[in-house]
């Protein structure tokens, strides 16, 4: 039975990639910082899908609980087949602010963590000659956005750079970069999405079904559903003045 390795595995898109591959018989290890929601997580999917769920409470902006994942990921006894970096959270902060931790803490946690499991990850699983690495970017990584955007666009940039570097070892890299997905990401930024069109949302569990399916055939970048594969298609062509005004438009109705 293989394993995956899951940050935010508790809640949203991480929880969609938990349930989908514990319906494929994959063993978990969860990683998140709410140790309650950890073990509800943990109970259900051992009970519905007869799998071993592994919960390890780590706050990813704090090096030390980083280091503890690391431990984990690079235990020889227990391989960790797939790595999910998905933890993440919106920044509504603005780039002028005079307290910038808000942006350090996005930093920390989205391109810090990410980079440190990737690493550990990568060496590992290089060492073996096989294993997958999936990293939760963004569409917004396309855009003008504020600090979220600039972390995102680090995120594949990274993801492509590194699937570069581990190109002919076994060990493939996707960056996930969906659009706009119901979970509680919105509420807990406090960003209001109330504007954003029905057609936009997508649903969690099919995008993580395709970003597996994309894994699985070592696509590097997963833009799930064919609207936003459009979208973006027309974001990278675009010229960069059009896209600042269309962020500048979406920055201000979320306000
Ligand atoms: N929702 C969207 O529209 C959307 C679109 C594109 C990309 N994304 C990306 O998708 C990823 C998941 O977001 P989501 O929408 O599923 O949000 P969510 O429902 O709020 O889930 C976030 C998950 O990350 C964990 N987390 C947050 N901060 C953490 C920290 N410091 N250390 C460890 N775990 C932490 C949370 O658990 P605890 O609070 O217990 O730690 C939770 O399990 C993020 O990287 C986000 O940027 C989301």
């Known amino acids: 039975m293989a394993t995956a390795l899951v940050t935010g595995g508790t809640s949203g898109i991480g929880a969609a990639f938990a349930r989908a591959l514990a319906?494929?018989?994959?063993?978990?290890?969860?990683?998140?910082?709410?140790?309650?929601?950890?073990?509800a997580m943990a109970a259900e999917l051992s009970e519905r899908y007869a799998v071993q769920v592994e919960t390890l409470a780590a706050d990813l902006a704090n090096r030390e609980d980083v280091?503890?994942?690391?431990?984990?990921?690079?235990?020889a006894a227990r391989p960790v087949d797939l790595l999910v970096n998905n933890a993440g959270f919106g920044v509504h902060s603005r780039l002028t602010d005079e307290d910038t931790s808000a942006h350090?803490?996005?930093?920390?946690?989205?391109?810090?963590?990410?980079?440190?499991?990737?690493?550990?990850?990568g060496r590992t699983?290089?060492?073996?000659?096989?294993?997958?690495?999936?990293?939760?970017?963004?569409?917004?990584?396309?855009?003008?956005?504020?600090?979220?955007?600039?972390?995102?666009?680090?995120?594949?940039?990274?993801?492509?750079?590194?699937?570069?570097e581990l190109a002919g070892t076994g060990v493939t890299v996707t960056a996930l970069c969906p659009g706009w997905v119901e979970t509680e990401f919105h509420q807990r930024a406090g960003i209001n999405a109330g504007s954003i069109p029905r057609q936009l949302w997508l649903d969690a569990d099919q995008l993580v079904a395709d970003c597996l399916r994309d894994?699985?055939?070592?696509?590097?970048?997963?833009?799930p559903s064919n609207r936003y594969k459009v979208l973006m298609t027309l974001a990278r062509h675009a010229p960069r003045g059009a896209i600042r005004a269309v962020s500048r438009r979406l920055t201000s109705s979320r306000r």
């Open 23 to 39: 319906a494929r018989g994959t063993n978990l290890v969860l990683v998140a910082r709410n140790t309650e929601r950890l073990a």
């Open 67 to 75: 280091d503890r994942v690391v431990a984990r990921l690079t235990d």
């Open 104 to 121: 350090e803490h996005a930093m920390d946690v989205m391109c810090r963590a990410v980079l440190i499991l990737g690493a550990a990850a």
């Open 125 to 164: 699983m290089r060492e073996r000659g096989k294993g997958t690495i999936i990293n939760v970017s963004s569409t917004a990584g396309f855009v003008a956005m504020g600090s979220y955007s600039a972390i995102k666009a680090w995120v594949t940039a990274y993801s492509e750079s590194l699937a570069v």
């Open 215 to 223: 894994a699985a055939r070592g696509k590097v970048i997963s833009i």
